[in-house]
């Protein structure tokens, strides 16, 4: 059984239609670069999903109040 999470309205999250990894701007990818506090739109195109390795075209924005 898996937990659901309620996506933070105030926060505009993005989920990889691949394997589901949610990209937080308040956490960033600091692995790759990606400073905490970056929004989606200004991440380089040619970032790709820490898990997967999908494109961030393969990423969609998680709408206020959608569980995952």
Do not use: H, N
Not at 17 to 26: E, L, R, S, T, V
Not at 36 to 60: N, S, Y
Request: charged letters at 30%.
């Amino acid at each position: 059984m898996s937990a659901l999470t309620r996506v933070d309205p105030e926060i505009t999250q993005w989920i990889c239609d691949p394997c589901g990894f949610i990209y937080d701007p308040d956490e960033g990818d600091p692995d790759s670069g990606i400073p905490p506090g970056t929004p989606f739109e200004d991440i380089p195109d040619d970032w790709m999903c820490p898990i997967c390795g999908a494109t961030k075209a393969d990423f969609r924005k998680l709408e206020p109040g959608e569980f995952v």
